[in-house]
DNA sequence: TAGGATGATTGGTATGACGAATAAGGCGGA
DNA sequence: TCCGCCTTATTCGTCATACCAATCATCCTA
């Protein structure tokens, strides 16, 4: 039963075929898979077999096992797409960066330099962009310049991994447009106030000035959307791995 | 069999249990598995499901698998790292541990269980053990267990990268060797504060607490040695995780 | 028409079997 | 004695089948 030049094992091919059927359509977003019974016959393999594929892709997020009912998609890889980039809750996201943004805040207020303190300016300023695309990018350098301020190479590092973890996130799309259509404006002046606060060079000053501005944003988004329906799914897809990644 | 009541599927049960046993120490790295017969018998199910974690470790990158001779334990893979500053400073490493572990025990402090603060307890009493290598790893998971309390999965793998950094950080093993050497003992009593700490339910309390500890380790760690450089090791990729990518 | 019982479908796991790749040990020849 | 080949036991790789439990659709009943 086997094909010409197997190199790996079964289960990878099989992985590897429901994968492209998943990124080409034939199994769009939503939708349940043949049962496994019948997967053994389309790809001419044993169920174990085909099991061992459905957990490697459930491992990976893009599918979700429902007990007596299916395996249904739950994202669609664009072909090309980064692996392994994990996908995770939008207000998780938000909620740690609170956390973390604000201590790395405190910090570069001790550390940052006049120089670093003007282009903050300079990327407040240009939130005021009418370009949707230009203000998010110049908020997002705003963050990242303070983590870099803090001349600390692993904070810096974490807050841009949350960054970026944002951009992965389709969920955080969702939700920023909603926002976006709930007339949530770019927030120019509470980065104006960050700058401040870094420029009186006092650490609890620019903490708090920090941790405001992400509470704020945190709860607009809150109100501009019901949680529910979004979380749901999320939670879902992480939990398997997490479960026992965790302990690890 | 063993349990009924647990949550989630077989196989991650199983996987959980082999990688807190590579984890530990009770397989290392480089040795073989006992066969997949014979962790049939050990964790008490059958041998798909035996497969099915081992799969599991696999696409993580923890083990390989060589046909016909055993299940061999590889290097722990960071879970999706950004290639590039694999090593990093001890130091930024801690401070960066100081600020952010902080944050995720005051967050902890409000969302904490009775049962996880127990699991707290019990994980300080085993960092009295005479064994380093289980004292060190009582305290990594002392540490990781608090992260995984604030019920933030981004918040519980950023804590947990750090760790993971550690690990990776040919400095920081000579670091830690030179602080042992120093004398400086394990830091039981301040766990046991940090526990008293979270049992209080207030996060600045728990903050303060687990900030002193992280502090006087920082301290210590700077009084101990004077930085130097070292040549770093070579971390290797697994290879595993190379045809999980393609999978994708 | 509403609601509950019932049977079909589906995933979850177990058992046993056979093939293929590997590694270890024995046997024979030099 | 030493080296190399070959046999053999062990291990992963896969398959086929079976049974249970959860789910879902259907029909029957009140």
Redesign the interface.
Known sequence: MTNKADQ?RL??RV??EL?ARIADGTYPVGRRLPSERELTQIHGVSR?TV??AI??LE??G?VEVRTGSGVYVLLR?PPG?K????D??PF??L??RH??E???C??AASRITEETLGELDQLAAEMNSADVAMAEDADRRFHLLIAVATQ????A??VE??WD?RARSPQYKLLSAKAHAAGVAPRIDEHREIVAALRTRKPEVARRAMRQHLGRVLASLLAATEVQEIERARAKV???R???????
Chains 1, 2 share one sequence.
Do not use: H, K
């Open positions: 790996g289960y990878e992985a590897r994968a174990p099991r061992e957990i490697a491992l990976d893009l890889v797409g692996a392994g980039a994990t995770v809750g998780e996201l909620e740690a956390a973390f604000s201590e790395a405190a910090l600390n190479s692993v904070m590092s974490t991994e949350l973890a992480a939990a398997a997490q479960r026992y990644a965790s302990v690890v």
